[in-house]
């Protein structure tokens, strides 16, 4: 069965500096993995998407992410964090046997410093 | 496109009154899904249509809530009798298959359910 698991429930970076954020996913079958971000009070926004095309996505806002199959990763970076970039953020893969149902993480809540 | 939406935004209500949260999809999407996010639990799946019809409800507790979705633009969740347990945010979310659509999922703003 599919599923994904992000390490760190909470990551805190200085404004400026490089946002990474981790992402590991388990499918016996090429995946779709999407990165999803929540601001407070508002409902999911899809960031990017990965569907088996280029390994490398790139998102809104300045993010992207890596497709590796090798390391079963999809880690979500930002070269520079921004204030507006306070938010949590949700790694997500489709299952096979129903493309349209996605597995979400748990979750990682990206806090920036002045 | 509108995109989805949901009524109402918040919502108060004392125990053991029935509550109906309302979701309208994007038009042409396919697949409707109710979440609930807590902070214990974070974001669960409940019940999932597709073209109307229940595919997994299995995340659903039967005894209390009950989703439907009589038309293409409309679906309601359902709990009755309401619990403090049930305080949470409910989403909404539709997506579209077939050619040229990878499966995301579109997200409403949520309802905020405060059972007291």
């Known amino acids: 069965a599919q599923s994904v698991t992000q390490l760190g429930s909470h990551v805190s970076v200085s404004e400026g500096a490089l946002v990474l954020l981790r992402c590991n996913y388990s499918?016996?079958?090429?995946?779709?993995l999407f990165w999803y971000v929540q601001y407070p009070n508002q409902g999911l926004q899809l960031l990017l998407k990965?569907?088996?095309?280029?390994?490398l996505v790139k998102g809104i806002n300045g993010f992207e992410a890596e497709f590796k199959k090798s390391e079963t990763s999809f880690h979500l970076t930002k070269p520079s964090a921004h204030m507006s970039d306070a938010a949590e953020y949700f790694c997500?893969?489709?299952?096979?046997?129903?493309?349209?149902?996605?597995?979400f993480g748990s979750g990682t809540r990206l806090s920036i410093r002045p | 496109d509108a995109g989805v939406i949901q009524s109402p935004r918040h919502e108060v209500t004392e125990m053991g009154q029935e509550v109906t949260l309302r979701c309208k999809p994007i038009?042409?999407?396919?697949?409707l899904f109710w979440y609930r996010q807590t902070m214990m639990q974070g974001l669960e799946l409940l019940v999932y249509?597709?073209?109307?019809?229940?595919?997994?409800d299995s995340g659903m507790p039967k005894d209390r809530f009950s989703a439907k979705m009589p038309n293409a633009s409309f679906s309601t969740l359902k709990i009755q009798p309401s619990e403090p347990r049930d305080s949470a945010v409910y989403f909404c979310?539709?997506?579209?298959?077939?050619?040229?659509?990878?499966?995301?999922?579109?997200f409403g703003p949520g309802t905020r359910l405060t059972v007291t």
């Open positions: 979310a539709s997506s579209a298959t077939g050619t040229g659509h990878s499966y995301e999922q579109y």
């Open positions: 499918s016996s079958v090429p995946p779709y």
């Open positions: 990965y569907t088996s095309a280029a390994t």
């Open positions: 997500a893969v489709s299952v096979y046997s129903s493309a349209s149902k996605i597995i």
């Open positions: 038009s042409g999407h396919d697949y």
């Open positions: 249509f597709n073209n109307k019809a229940v595919m997994d």
